[in-house]
């Protein structure tokens, strides 16, 4: 006997468990395939901002989509905890992203002049700070350090607590999560639905998601779908746990609910390598420590990189086969500030009656535009 | 509890160093480092740990473990077992979490 499923979620990562717990929470049974630990997981070696402020050049429905989700986290993170019992530490006091000299904020400023300039752009409120200002937040920032844009509606979590508590929600809703799941086909059954192969073992499943991070990119055409992504090396550096000094998230600094300071964290575009190496590292600290002189003196206690999930022009995918209808496709590079999305506006969507409009923009067909010569 | 050797027992051959722990007057010797100055002095835990609070002291005394972790002289979270003992140091428990700048 195959065991079957309504829905089969391939990928266990921040979003394949964020649509697996909405999907399981609309009584679907619902099975998450996943590869092992060899697997390149984004999920692990993020940043954990819950993020607005400088999202949507280009495509001003990212940044209003950015919002719902920013929106939708506090009923979220409620809601993990209790079912999970596990507190994700949902701060949204508003975020800072610091400027070195009078140049770089008076850039930054622009560009979040431009980003509200375009059509269609939904009105984000943001500030930029001076120097003066900014010191009464942060009183020990360095000589450098000129001033700030602030945006009130950004945030940050424990995304190592997020990553475990979408499990566990996950599987507290009857969800099966099948662990060394590495799946090598999907094929349509004649009369609806799909089966999905792994080595000897097979599924089978009405609907499936694609959530596999960068395995989309392999997985997607098999179904239909199209899921040109690829890795986006980001490293990071975290110092050992300190008494609370940085009360609120800055784009590249933040301070985790244990005493944790992270600094990041980089774009480099390095195929699979997932080495860190310490040019970057070094000058990721070395801002840091421009922006803090304080921090200098902390210990760093371990670096690591991941590897993001990017599609060409930095935006999510959301698409509904038309060749295989019931294959769905999801996938972006922001996958902590859209789990709340995802878990409770996506997989209602994939349960009921499809993507709606709310998500047309996301189409992989803004790829396939002729590029004009 | 720990104790020293007979041999190394023996105060009148070992130069004494003084210093202060929580800001009172202690006694080791030299070449001792601090994680074993306080063990020998029967101080078996010097810190809290960061999150839970929970008592923690010099385990592996080579470095590999970090549940030594004291304020020398100032500097917070440094290894007890790493750092020689010298006449003067000011030695205080590690309560939780080190302060940025201390
Ligand atoms: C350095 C760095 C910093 C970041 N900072 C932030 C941030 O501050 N805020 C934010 O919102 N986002 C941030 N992100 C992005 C966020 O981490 C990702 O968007 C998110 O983790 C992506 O989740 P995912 O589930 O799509 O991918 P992944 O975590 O890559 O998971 C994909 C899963 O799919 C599985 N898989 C792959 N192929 C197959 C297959 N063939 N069969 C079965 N399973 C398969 C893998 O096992 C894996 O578990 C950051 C990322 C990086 C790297
Ligand atoms: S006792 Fe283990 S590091 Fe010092």
């Not at chain 1, 596990?86 to 980003?115: C, K, W």
């Not at chain 1, 694609?210 to 986006?232: E, F, K, S, T």
């Amino acid at each position: 006997m195959v065991e079957t499923y309504d829905v089969a979620v391939l990928g266990g990562g921040l979003v394949g468990t964020a649509i697996g717990l909405g999907l399981a929470g609309q009584g679907l049974r619902t099975a998450i395939l996943d590869e092992g630990d060899v697997a390149h997981r984004a999920s692990r070696g993020n940043f954990a901002l819950v993020w607005v402020q400088s999202k949507g050049m280009g495509m001003p429905r990212y940044s209003s989509w950015t919002r719902e989700s920013v929106r939708l986290w506090p009923d979220y993170a409620a809601s993990l905890r209790e079912e999970s019992g596990i507190d994700v530490s949902l701060h949204q006091p508003g975020g800072f992203t610091l400027a070195l000299s009078e140049g770089e904020l008076e850039r930054r400023a622009a560009n979040m002049a431009r980003l509200n300039a375009q059509p269609g752009f939904e009105h984000l409120d943001y500030e930029v700070w001076d120097r003066s200002q900014l010191r009464q937040v942060f009183p020990e920032i360095g000589p450098e350090v000129a001033g700030a844009i602030f945006c009130r509606l950004d945030g940050h979590v424990n995304s190592l607590r997020l990553f475990r508590a979408q499990h566990v929600v996950f599987a507290r809703r009857g969800g099966a999560y099948l662990p060394n799941f590495q799946v090598q086909e999907i094929s349509r059954l004649p009369g609806g639905g799909f089966r999905i192969l792994s080595g000897e073992r097979c599924i089978e499943a009405g609907q499936v998601v694609l959530a596999a991070g960068i395995g989309n990119a392999r997985l997607a055409p098999m179904v239909g779908l199209d899921a040109p992504v690829r890795p986006l090396r980001g490293q990071a550096l975290v110092t050992e746990k300190v008494a609370p000094f940085l009360s609120h998230p800055i784009v590249t600094l933040r301070q985790t609910d244990e005493g944790g300071v992270m600094m990041g964290d980089s774009q480099e575009e390095a195929g699979f390598d997932e080495a860190t190496g310490l040019g970057i590292l070094g000058a990721m600290a070395d801002r840091a420590a421009r922006m803090f002189p304080k921090l200098g003196q902390v210990n760093i206690v371990r670096t690591w990189s991941a590897l993001r999930v990017m599609t060409k022009d930095g935006f999510p995918i959301y698409q509904h086969s038309e060749a295989a209808p019931g294959a769905f496709l999801t996938t972006c590079h922001s996958g902590v500030t859209l789990a709340a999305a995802h878990a409770l506006a996506v997989a209602p969507m994939i349960a009921g009656e499809g993507l709606t409009d709310a998500l047309d923009a996301f189409h992989p067909r803004r790829f396939h535009v002729p590029a004009a010569s | 509890m720990f104790q020293r050797l007979p041999d190394a027992d023996d105060a009148a051959r070992r130069t004494g160093i003084r210093f202060t722990l929580d800001g009172l007057p202690a006694q080791g010797f030299a070449g001792d480092t601090v994680a074993a100055a306080l063990l020998a002095l029967g101080r078996d835990t010097c810190r809290q740990t960061a999150i839970s609070g929970s008592p923690r002291g010099p385990y592996c005394m080579m470095g590999v473990c970090f549940d030594c972790l004291v304020v020398i002289d100032g500097v917070g979270n440094r290894q007890g077992c790493l750092v020689r003992l010298r006449e003067g140091m000011v030695v205080e428990t590690q309560a939780g979490k080190r302060e940025v700048g201390r």
